[in-house]
């Protein structure tokens, strides 16, 4: 058998769509519809930002506005009946001084209440970064982009739960 592609071996090359052209090595492509949209904006006019804590998710949309903070539908104090929580969904806007300038709309499912307001607080944070890339170290500093990771530790099998054994019986 020799080393050599046959005509029945397909032949992988890069195929571009029709009517692009490739950048020159070592450049970055030009600013386009993709990249834009990339960047967070799209053709809507909304900023974009993905949350999530725990197994809450969260989708934030943002436009320049009268301040309007709309979470499933609801104003953001309906929605979030702790006073913890509604200060976390608005301690982005807070600290870059954004407050009052843009209109919010968070779709947040799963988890719950403290989980989905960290979910929407990144969210926010990530969609703000997008607004204004400036804003993204005074962001960073308080915090806001940082991804809580920890999640609820897995049931085992012999025990009844993730650390708690069943009770142990000497005799």
Same mark, same amino acid.
């Given at each position: @058998? #020799?080393?050599?592609?046959?005509? /029945?071996?397909? !032949? $992988?090359?890069?195929?571009?769509?029709?009517?692009?052209? %490739?950048?020159? +090595?070592?450049? /970055?492509?030009?600013?386009?519809?993709?990249? #834009?949209?990339?960047?967070?904006?799209?053709?809507?006019?909304?900023?974009?930002?993905?949350? =999530?804590?725990?197994?809450?998710?969260?989708?934030?949309? @943002?436009?320049?506005?009268?301040?309007?903070? $709309?979470? *499933?539908?609801?104003?953001? *104090?309906?929605?979030? #009946?702790?006073?913890?929580? =509604? *200060?976390?969904?608005? %301690?982005?806007?807070? &600290?870059?001084?954004? $407050?009052?300038?843009?209109?919010?709309?968070?779709?947040?499912?799963?988890?719950?209440?403290?989980?989905?307001?960290? &979910?929407?607080?990144?969210?926010?944070?990530?969609?703000? +970064? *997008?607004?204004?890339?400036?804003?993204?170290?005074?962001?960073?500093?308080?915090?806001?982009?940082? +991804?809580?990771?920890? @999640?609820?530790?897995? !049931?085992?099998?012999?025990? #009844?739960?993730? =650390? =708690?054994?069943?009770?142990?019986?000497? +005799?």
């Amino acid at each position: @058998m #020799s080393d050599q592609p046959t005509d /029945a071996t397909p !032949k $992988l090359q890069p195929t571009l769509i029709e009517g692009a052209t %490739a950048p020159p +090595r070592g450049e /970055a492509p030009e600013a386009g519809p993709e990249t #834009s949209r990339l960047q967070g904006k799209l053709k809507s006019g909304f900023y974009w930002g993905t949350g =999530r804590r725990k197994t809450a998710v969260a989708r934030v949309r @943002m436009r320049p506005g009268d301040g309007k903070f $709309l979470v *499933n539908k609801r104003e953001v *104090n309906a929605y979030f #009946s702790e006073e913890r929580d =509604r *200060n976390d969904v608005v %301690a982005p806007l807070k &600290a870059t001084g954004t $407050l009052g300038k843009f209109d919010i709309y968070a779709n947040v499912k799963g988890g719950g209440p403290t989980g989905q307001a960290g &979910a929407v607080l990144l969210g926010v944070a990530r969609a703000l +970064r *997008n607004v204004d890339p400036t804003l993204e170290h005074a962001l960073r500093e308080g915090g806001f982009l940082t +991804r809580d990771s920890r @999640m609820v530790e897995r !049931k085992k099998y012999g025990q #009844s739960g993730a =650390r =708690r054994r069943f009770q142990f019986s000497k +005799r």
